[in-house]
């Protein structure tokens, strides 16, 4: 256990469907990301948010939408994905702005397979 | 900008092997280096880091040692276990950055054989 937590581990959707990825940190850590990971790729930062604002979101597809409510908790809301959307995708957070940096703490991530 | 080059896998080595993977880097300012491991079905896990130039960052028998004149921070693992096959990714940070955005190499798989 990390302290960072992915919710659900697997999911199996259809291009037609909605669905959300969950991710919670109990670190009190006040940065999290979005990274997808797909085979034979290097990871792809999707969206950061630093004291729960987001401050970067890499030219990813409007069908991705990030949600974050309070610094403990990050969403990602899938709509209408396509089957290339298919991969890994890991939550991290990270305490920035004290001077010591101890890097990501990732959770264990979500496989996503869309059909 | 940042870049980290870490050599391709896959490594295939037999157990008590020593391994080498190559991480070398490209940064502005004095960066702080992490390696991360990553097990079949996980996420990544942090292995060691490193904050300033001739650290050495250690952990579960790996080193890797920050060499500011060869930009270069090479993990190394006297004698390898079966345990040890996942991929290894190098990482940098700039400290105190806004964001503390990580730059990660395209990792290295290493497979360690009975």
């Known amino acids: 256990e990390t302290g960072v937590t992915q919710t659900p581990r697997h999911l199996v959707m259809g291009m037609t469907n909605k669905k959300s990825l969950k991710c919670e940190q109990h670190l009190g850590h006040n940065a999290m990301y979005w990274y997808k990971q797909s085979a034979k790729k290097p990871l792809e930062l999707m969206f950061v948010?630093?004291?729960?604002?987001?401050?970067e979101n890499n030219s990813v597809p409007s069908r991705f939408s990030p949600e974050c409510p309070n610094s403990s908790h990050l969403f990602l809301h899938l709509h209408t994905l396509q089957p290339e959307d298919s991969a890994l995708y890991l939550c991290?957070?990270?305490?920035?702005?004290?001077?010591?940096?101890?890097?990501?703490?990732f959770g264990s991530g979500t496989r996503l397979t869309v059909v | 900008g940042n870049s980290v080059t870490q050599m391709e896998g896959p490594v295939t080595l037999s157990e008590e092997a020593f391994l080498t993977i190559n991480c070398t880097y490209t940064a502005t300012g004095y960066p702080s280096l992490f390696w991360y491991v990553q097990y079949p079905g996980e996420g990544l896990q942090l292995l060691l880091k490193a904050t300033k130039a001739d650290d050495k960052g250690s952990n579960k028998g790996f080193e890797a040692t920050y060499r500011k004149e060869t930009t270069s921070f090479h993990l190394e693992k006297g004698s390898v276990q079966v345990s040890d096959s996942a991929v290894y990714f190098c990482a940098l940070s700039r400290i105190k950055a806004a964001g503390n955005k990580l730059t990660f190499g395209g990792g290295t798989r290493v497979l360690v054989k009975p």
């Open positions: 948010y630093s004291l729960e604002e987001r401050v």
């Open positions: 991290a957070s990270s305490q920035v702005g004290t001077g010591v940096y101890n890097g990501y703490t």
